[in-house]
């Protein structure tokens, strides 16, 4: 049986190009409840370190549609919005954020 980190990082994996889905999403997903989306970053993050090299951080946003832009991804990250049709506001909230969620059944 798969552990919840383990469960978390198959998910986030699963998420379909031009596609976007929250950390909540993702918790409920894998079988907790909206706390545990607190963990969510971690859990992801120890797997890219540890050789999981294709987790698609850029489509794992916030409840609201705001997405999450560090100075050191910045650039990156929008390329990759811009490569799936991703577009952003100003307030670097998905545009049509409705309409790109993608739920997990």
């Known amino acids: 049986m ?3 980190s383990e ?3 198959k998910i986030a994996l699963d998420i379909p ?3 976007v889905t929250t950390y909540g999403r993702i918790a409920r997903a ?8 607190q963990s969510i ?5 120890k797997a890219y370190e540890q050789g999981e090299k294709n987790i698609p951080f850029h489509r794992i946003v916030y409840a609201d549609g705001t997405v999450w832009l560090s100075d050191k991804y910045k650039k990156k990250r929008l390329a990759l919005y811009k490569k ?3 577009k952003l506001d100003k307030n ?3 545009v049509n954020f ?3 969620l993608f739920e997990f059944n």
């Open 2 to 4: 798969q552990t919840f």
């Open 7 to 9: 469960r978390v990082v």
């Open 17 to 19: 190009k031009g596609r």
């Open 30 to 37: 894998a079988g907790a409840g909206p706390m545990a989306s």
């Open 41 to 45: 970053t971690a859990i992801l993050g």
């Open 84 to 86: 799936e049709g991703i």
């Open 92 to 94: 670097n909230r998905i």
């Open 98 to 100: 409705r309409d790109i």
